[in-house]
């Protein structure tokens, strides 16, 4: 018999692989929107029967931790932020070590390394190792709407939405929904920063504006109702206040002469 067959056989009657423990990993970016529930894909391959170590890290800049761990036939959630959160998709030792995250937050963004280790099984230059990152999405909170400026015929107002927060930042689009639907553009318009510019106003220029702040986590929105007045004439005002002086100076007159006139009625006459 040839050594090299010789060899062969024996090492099929001992036993011997020369399989390699590799991990895989069948998304490395993961996307979900706050609230959803994520599921980082993880699996690795082995010929070996025995339980594996499995634990997954957490990396962000400047730290790393550990977040869950399958030891010795035990599942551990080391973060008790994530207690209730976070576990295996799978009962380990099933060869899927996919981690699954549910009501997900902002906090929960970074990167995710699993590491597989099987007590009788070898890998090389780190494909024991599998990274996922995840990245979680913030729908744009409600907005402010305000209104600055004369609104009245002639004048000019701005009109300004913001939202607190959002990921990614939020874009602002303005439209008039009443009495009839009209939309803003550049230069009317700034969707970065949720300002819109109304001039040289008219009274059909009045109606319910509607800022809508969206972004692809979502979207969110306020209003505010512009009334156009005419502009004060201010002859006519002076005219009135006038007007309304001389009445009153008029009926204070007329008053006082009804008071004398009765009250020389009433003295006696001396005989």
Known sequence: ?????????????????????????????????QGQQAILPVWYTSTSFSAPFVTWHRERPGERFQ?????????????????????FLFRVPFHNVSLVINNTREMDSGQY???VN??????????????????????PSPPKCQIRGSA??????TMSCKSAFGKPVPVYHWQRTE??????????????????????????????YLCNASSIAGHSNCTLNLEVHPPFNTAVVAGAV???????????????????????????KRT
């Open 152 to 157: 009245q015929v002639g004048g000019n107002v």
């Open 242 to 268: 006038v007007g309304t002086l001389i009445g009153l100076g008029l009926i204070i007159f007329f008053a006082l002469q009804m008071f004398i006139y009765r009250k020389k009625r009433r003295k006696p």
């Open 67 to 87: 977040i869950l761990a399958f030891m010795y036939e035990t599942t551990k959630v080391e973060d008790p932020d994530l207690k209730q959160r976070l576990g």
């Open 179 to 208: 009495p009839s639907t009209q939309f803003f553009f550049a230069p009317t318009q700034d969707t970065k920063k949720g300002m819109l510019t109304l001039t040289n106003l008219t009274v059909d220029m009045s109606g319910l």
């Open 113 to 115: 390394m699993c590491t």
């Open 1 to 33: 018999m040839e050594p090299l067959a010789l060899a062969l056989g024996i090492a099929a009657l001992l036993g011997l692989s020369s399989a390699v423990l590799e991990v895989e990993v069948g998304q490395t970016s993961v996307t979900v929107i």
């Open 118 to 139: 099987v007590p009788d099984d070898s890998t090389v230059n780190g494909r024991n190792i599998g990274l996922v990152n995840l990245t979680v999405l913030v729908p």
